[in-house]
Structures are given as structure tokens and as C-alpha cells.
């Protein structure tokens, strides 16, 4: 009698993913279960790394404590300089959060098999960034306690926000932005939450996993439709990857002052938030996947991939870098050729070199193929890149407001101890919730994972 394979407690499923990226040390369903379930087990370096981000928090919440008692002014602003660390740090979270868009809805779209393994950990970084960047405009107006007239909403005194400020615009980029990131992020969750439902002996947590599940039952028909809401949701994703960034590119490019007011900024920004962001992402994934022994799920492929589309935002935003000096050298306008001089040769060239060489020359040895499968300089080059892109957004910041058109109006900035503190609190802030995350639902997407690992077969009864 001939022999019939069944896989062994999985109904069929709709394939989500693309089935072009093999896995070829994960054995079965159960391994793959097992292993990614095993990572949310607390352990002293994961509470010694929390104790260190809530540390930072604390550091810059009682910085921004201090500065509201003193007032604004300790932060360091000294006119015409009026945005500094805060908005520079603003930009920065918000293209961070950009990656887990592109990740988790476009490649998604494109059905690239790379994304498989790190969507998941890109999807919560977006999450995470997006809640670290929405505290930034409200540190910056100073009187916090009123933050919620940047709202539009109806009031009995018919005040209405100024919806020519940046600040207006940025909180309808962002509330847009994280609410459709969260939901991403939740619905993609709902079958892992639910192996965890199955697998999780404490009852009161098991409870909460059931109601999170929405009663997911593994079916055929909830696959069904499971796979649509996700599509959908992928392609109403998509469309904020251009736009939230754009949005935030306006703050600049809206106003008349040197080295802000072109019509490159909307795809410029766009094109460093992704960069920007996958270097957040290789900050990340690299160390989980040492530290949790999971290099047969984030493999080498899945890397060098992941580094080519790092390489390729590069070029991107070295060209856009390019182009700026090449505008200012075309239209002829005095005050835009002295601002970009300036920016390299003069007041500010240690901040630009650090820009142009984190951005556009260290980035260039991805080329290299063994250099793409190198974690360890994978992860030191991400490094260099989170630091030169916040250097990008300091150089477009600091520099335009300090040479502007008056010569008596040029300054300089120098961030103090309470900037710095609020910066550094933003990281912990960040942190401390992925860490809080990654031991509460699984960092890698069990679901997936599971399309392209073949099912542990069995024997029909009577078969040889």
C-alpha cells in the first residue's frame, strides 16, 4: 500500500509568506514552537539591561522635571537657534519607526522572504519609536500641561489650533501613524498570541492570552480572513511610509530659511527614516539573535538581504546630499551657497563629516559580500549609522537657524546637561518597552515561521 504523509496538528492554512526562504536546521512546528516560545523566560542579563534603560528614563524624566520648574530656557536655545536637541530628536524616533513599516507592509506586498524572520521585532521597534517620538513635541512647547491645544477638537470657546504650525501637523502625523502601526502590529500577534494561549499553564495570564486571541481557533475559515484583514492592513500601511515623513519634511521645508526651503526634503526624509530605520533594526535583531541562540531562523541570507536594501537607502540618501549642494550652487542665491559652505567648511564641518561619513562612506563596504553576512560588523556599522543619522537631522537643524540671512543674527548652540538627559532618557524610554515586549510575546513571527518549515509528517494507518 502506498505511503500518504499528513502534517500532525496543523489544519491548512492560506501561505501569508513567501515560500522562497527555506530554513533548513528547523526540523518541525514543535521546534519552531518551542524555541521562540523559550525566549520569554526572564533572565538576570534581561533584567540587568532593563535595570539600565529605566535607569536612563529616570535620568531624563527628571531632567524634563528640572526644566519645567526653571523654564525652557535651560535647555539651551539661544535665538534665532529655537529648535535644537528636541525637535532634531523628534525626527529622529519618527524615522527610526519607518523601517517596521517598510518591513512589515511593502516587503510584505513585494512577498521578499527576508522579512520573515525580522518583521515581527521591526513591527514593535515602529510601535516603540513612534511613542518615543510623540513625547518630543510636547517636551519642546515647554508648558506640557497644555499640550492638548495642538488637538483639534471643538471647545466652547471656539479655539481652534494654529494649523500653520509644525507642531499641529506633527501630532496628526503621528496619532495617524501610531494608531495604524499598533494595529499592524496587534493583528499580526493574534495567532501567536493564541499558541501562547494554549501552551501557557498560569491561568490568570492564560485568561488575558484569551481574551487577546479573540478565541482563535487555528481554522481554515479564520485564516481566510485573517490573510485579507492583513493584506488590507499592509496596503492602508503602506502609503504612510511616504506621507507621515513627508509631513514631518514640512516642518522644514515650508519655512523660507536657508538650506530648509526646497522641494527635495519629502523624499529626502523619506529615504533616511528607512535607512535610519533598518540600522535601528540591525541594532536590534543581531543581539537577540546571539543572545537567544537563533541564528537558524535570522540567518545569514536573511542579513545580507537586509543589507542590500541598507546599502540601497544609503546611495539614496548620499545622492539627496548631493543634490543639496548642487540647488544651492544652481539657483544662485547667496544665502543658501554661504549656508551649505558653512555646513562643511566652517561652524559646523565636525558635525557634517560626521554626517557624510556615517551616512555615505562607511555604508558603501555593504558592496562586500562577505562584510553583508558579518553580524558583528553589521551591528557595529548600525551603530555609525543610528549616530550619523541623528548628526543628518542636527546638521539640517542647528546649522540653517545659526546662518541664517542677517549676519548680527548668527549664533551657535550648544545643548546642555538637560538636553542631553532628555535625549538619553529617549532611549531608555524606548528600551524599556521593547525589552518589557520581547518577554511578553514573541520577538519572531511563530506563525510565519511556520509556512516555511515543512509540517513533521506521519504515516497514514497501514502504510510502510
Not at 284 to 293: A, D
Amino acid at each position: 500500500m502506498a505511503t500518504i504523509a499528513q502534517p500532525v496538528d496543523e489544519p491548512s492554512r492560506p501561505n501569508i509568506a513567501s515560500a522562497n526562504v527555506q530554513l533548513p536546521a528547523v526540523r518541525d512546528y514543535e521546534q519552531v514552537d518551542d524555541e521562540i516560545i523559550a525566549t520569554l523566560a526572564p533572565t538576570k542579563k534581561w533584567f540587568a539591561l532593563l535595570a539600565v534603560a529605566v535607569l536612563c528614563l529616570i535620568i531624563g524624566a527628571s531632567a524634563w522635571t528640572y526644566q519645567i520648574h526653571e523654564g525652557l530656557g535651560v535647555a539651551g536655545y539661544n535665538p534665532p537657534v529655537m529648535w535644537g536637541v528636541y525637535i532634531i530628536t523628534f525626527v529622529f524616533w519618527v524615522g527610526i519607526g519607518h523601517a517596521g513599516t517598510l518591513i512589515s507592509a511593502i516587503l510584505y506586498l513585494f512577498r521578499a522572504g527576508f522579512r520573515t524572520t525580522i518583521y515581527r521585532c521591526a513591527e514593535a521597534m515602529t510601535v516603540f519609536a513612534v511613542m518615543t517620538a510623540g513625547l518630543f513635541p510636547i517636551i519642546h512647547i515647554g508648558r506640557p500641561w497644555k499640550f492638548f491645544w495642538l488637538i483639534p477638537y471643538p471647545n466652547w470657546r471656539l479655539l481652534w489650533p494654529q494649523f500653520k504650525s509644525p507642531l499641529v501637523w506633527d501630532v496628526f502625523a503621528i496619532s495617524t501613524y501610531l494608531t495604524i502601526s499598533t494595529t499592524f502590529l496587534f493583528i499580526g500577534l493574534i495567532p501567536d498570541i493564541a499558541t501562547l494561549r494554549d501552551r501557557c499553564l498560569n491561568p490568570v495570564r492564560k485568561q488575558i492570552l484569551a481574551v487577546l486571541s479573540f478565541g482563535w481557533r487555528n481554522s481554515e475559515a479564520e485564516w481566510r480572513h485573517f490573510v485579507r484583514a492583513y493584506l488590507f492592513l499592509a496596503a492602508f500601511s503602506t502609503p504612510l511610509v511616504l506621507s507621515v515623513h513627508s509631513v514631518v519634511s514640512f516642518d522644514f521645508a515650508m519655512a523660507l530659511t536657508p538650506g530648509w526651503h526646497t522641494t527635495i526634503f519629502p523624499p529626502y526624509f523619506v529615504a533616511g527614516a528607512i535607512f535610519s530605520g533598518i540600522g535601528m533594526v540591525f541594532t536590534i535583531i543581531i543581539p537577540i539573535r546571539k543572545y537567544f541562540k537563533l541564528q537558524h531562523y535570522v540567518t545569514l541570507n536573511h542579513l545580507d538581504a537586509a543589507a542590500k536594501l541598507c546599502l540601497f537607502t544609503s546611495c539614496v540618501v548620499g545622492c539627496a546630499y548631493i543634490i543639496e549642494f548642487f540647488i544651492a550652487w544652481y539657483g544662485g542665491v547667496q544665502a543658501e551657497q554661504d549656508y551649505f559652505w558653512n555646513r562643511v567648511f566652517g561652524q559646523w564641518w565636525w558635525a557634517a563629516w560626521i554626517m557624510l561619513t556615517c551616512n555615505m562612506i562607511l555604508p558603501l563596504s555593504l558592496f562586500s559580500q562577505k562584510l553583508r553576512r558579518n553580524p558583528s560588523w553589521l551591528w557595529i556599522l548600525s551603530i555609525f549609522i543610528n549616530i550619523g543619522m541623528w548628526f543628518e537631522r542636527f546638521v539640517i537643524v542647528v546649522p540653517s537657524l545659526s546662518h541664517e540671512f542677517e549676519p548680527w543674527q548668527w549664533t551657535a548652540y550648544t545643548p546642555t546637561w538637560v538636553d542631553l538627559s532628555i535625549l538619553l532618557g529617549s532611549f531608555g524610554w524606548f528600551f524599556m518597552w521593547f525589552l518589557l515586549f520581547i518577554k511578553q510575546l514573541p520577538v519572531l513571527a511563530i506563525s510565519e515561521i511556520k509556512e516555511i518549515v515543512p509540517p513533521k509528517m506521519k504515516r497514514a494507518p497501514g502504510g510502510h
